[in-house]
């Protein structure tokens, strides 16, 4: 039983990566200029962009980091789960509606396009950089470890195939294909989290 677990856990994820790296090929193909490839020309479906933004709070640092801030500090670590949701409330109404404004598609570009500064372009990338890097960190700690279970694998070798897999939905079409591989990710997880759900309470 355990063994024909392990074998639908691996068909289920190698599927999930065919289709999310199809798609993204197929989106790509479409995505032809600097607005497709950022807003996904303003055209994806209120329903996908929830999913996908759900998707994309379920994420492995998600996790993780909530967990941790609970664990190191209670109540406080809480209500910081808290403040992260409310969080994109504020980045919507104080950066993305002024930078739509301004027609741009990234935070750089939006300043500089304000101040002409390289400067504080330069200050924006390395700041980025260095926010995205420690997020990046336990998604790939995450994805190594749920790679050696289910193939067999490395952690490292996991690392690596998840990291290039990523890559190249983002290189091939931006946003498009980005908002279509969370709302896949967070479709999955809300159905098999009401699955396990039921299961529990049954």
Known sequence: MIYQASYVAVAVFLAFVAVTLGLSFYLGSRARSSQGYFTAHGQIPWFINGIAFAGDYLSAASFLGICGMIAFYGYDGFLYSIGYLAGWIVALFVIAEPMKRLGRFTFADALDATFKSRGIKL?????????????LIPQMVGAGVLIQPLLGLSHWVGVVLVGATVITIVVTAGMVSTTYVQFLKGSLLVVFSAVLTFAILQ
């Open 123 to 135: 200050a924006a990338g390395i700041s980025t950089l260095a926010v995205s890097i420690f997020y």
